[in-house]
């Protein structure tokens, strides 16, 4: 039970709306920023080494604060974490759209990913812990996982059109109206929500100890493109990380209060969901990554076209979340699941074979739609697999994890793919600096990172298909269905 939870006379789907409203926010940001580096690297005189900051400030601190976020909202409130987090990333946009400085645009990128952080699992959180029925919670995440999935797709095109149409500082002033009517709304209409433990201290050797191996994790995966995977500094990195997180796990089995009692991944569909959720965003970001450097680099597109070339990627994404819902009443999450990641994957398979002369309709859609059908069949199981099965106390906790394999996941997968796309480009070029020679290498390149991303997206589909059985997954299916052992 929670200390205070949904009364009837809460509207659960205006609840619905308002964390959307600012999940929808914090999603955006991810990729909104990339098409207008051009522009801030020009209007702030960045160099070529710091613009990266501008996207690696953001993702470090929200990947790396996530889980500390989800557990701090069951222990402190679901709507006051989430009101303060949306204040904080509000108010961190307008910092960012006054920048005058590098220094000070990544300070405040930094600032936001702290502000998201505490958002993403404070909203999901509110979600499973409002709609308490089945059918309606299923409802409810289908919603939620469109405007997750989709969002990065909006992301590019809405960056290209404030970028082209008024200036690049509109990428983060929108946020301000947005994060504004979220917050005043969520004062008024969410209802506030809380772990009903007798344990109130706070883990502060757990919580220092897991956010500095999440944060030095995070920062050692997208250093790696330029330290190297194999250098000193690299595999000190990691190495240094995976001690935190040692010890972190040391601390957890013994604190009387853990900000991550161990024994929640003893739940089979809450651990599987989490590993399976950072492979697929491992795919799903490199995608998003390397379609938006094809439609520019290779088909010559403007910002503002190639965010109009993701508009049927939020379609196709909006049809699979739909249709998630229906066939989960007839088919159960986990076959849902397992059908939309091989979907998902066949789509990334298809853009594999993107030519260099090639063309929008013909060929990357052929590939993009299938891919993003799948990934809004895929986002609304995996959700109900990571989080139904947890008690409320433990709602905020399984919403942090969720979201930390999502983040996690997504920087490693891009970082790698990335990686192995510019070693492959470079070693085919071998001094050859003619132009047709270097788009050649480039999609060559490019077709090594998404042949990556469809074995990353195979191995979810394999891994939920034998770590799950029916019998894990009858409690959160709506359809009763014998047990098979």
């Known amino acids: 039970m929670t200390a205070a939870s949904a009364s009837p006379s809460t509207n659960r789907w205006l609840v619905l709306v308002i964390a959307c409203l600012a999940q929808f926010m914090v999603v955006l940001d991810v990729t909104i920023v990339n098409v207008a580096l051009p522009s801030i690297q020009h209007g702030l005189h960045f160099s070529p080494s710091s613009l990266q900051w ?16 989800g557990r701090a909202a069951d222990l402190i409130g679901r709507k006051r974490l989430f009101s303060v987090g949306v204040a904080l990333f509000s108010f961190a946009s307008l910092l960012n759209g006054l920048a005058q ?28 812990t409002t709609f308490t029925s089945s059918e309606e919670r299923t409802k409810a995440l289908g919603v939620w996982s469109g405007i ?24 983060f002033f929108v946020n301000v109206p947005v994060g504004m009517i979220a917050l005043a709304m969520a004062v008024r209409f969410v209802p506030e ?25 995070v920062y050692a995966i997208v250093k790696a493109q330029s330290f190297g995977w194999g250098s000193p500094r690299t595999v000190a990195m990691i190495a240094g990380a995976l001690a935190l ?21 003893r739940i089979r569909t809450l651990t599987v969901a989490d590993v399976v959720m950072l492979l697929v965003a491992s795919g799903m970001f490199s995608m998003f990554f390397f379609a938006s450097l094809y439609v520019q680099e290779i088909l010559g597109y403007s910002p503002l076209r190639a965010g109009l070339a993701f508009l049927p990627v939020t379609a196709g994404i909006g049809i699979g979340a739909a249709a998630a819902q ?20 066949v789509g990334m398979a298809l853009l594999t074979r993107v030519p260099v002369h090639g063309s929008y309709a013909g060929d990357l859609l052929v590939g993009l739609m299938p891919l993003s059908i799948g990934m809004g069949l895929t986002f609304v199981p ?48 071998h001094g050859n600096v003619g132009a047709t020679a270097h788009l050649a290498a480039l999609v060559s390149g490019y077709h090594l990172a998404f042949a990556g991303g469809a074995i990353v997206l195979g191995s979810g589909a394999v891994l939920l298909a034998f770590g799950l059985r029916r019998r894990h997954v009858v409690g959160i299916d709506l359809a009763p269905s014998p047990v098979v052992t």
């Open 326 to 345: 229906q066939l989960i009443r007839r088919l159960g999450v986990r076959a849902v699941a397992v059908g939309g990641i091989t979907i998902a994957t």
């Open 382 to 429: 995996i959700t109900l697999l990571g989080t139904g099965n947890v008690q409320p106390d433990d709602a905020g906790l399984a919403s942090g994890l969720f979201n930390t394999a999502q983040q996690v996941g997504g920087a490693l997968g891009l970082a790698v793919l990335a990686t192995l796309a510019a070693s492959h480009t470079a070693g085919l070029l």
């Open 101 to 128: 400085s590098p220094g000070m645009l990544i300070a405040g990128r930094a600032l936001q990913g702290l502000g998201a952080a505490l958002v993403s699992p404070a909203a999901l959180s509110i979600i499973t």
């Open 245 to 265: 997180l040692a010890a972190f796990a040391a601390i957890e089995r013994r604190s009387p209060a853990p900000l991550v009692r161990p024994s929640i991944f």
């Open 193 to 217: 929500s809380r772990a009903s433990t007798a344990h109130r201290t706070f883990d502060l050797a757990g919580a220092a100890t897991v956010t500095g191996g999440l944060v030095l994790f």
């Open 148 to 171: 997750a999935a989709g969002g990065g797709a909006v992301g590019l095109l809405l960056g290209g059109v404030l970028t082209d149409l008024l200036s690049w500082q509109w990428i």
């Open 54 to 69: 501008v996207v690696n400030g953001y993702t470090l601190i929200f990947g790396g604060f996530l889980l500390l976020g």
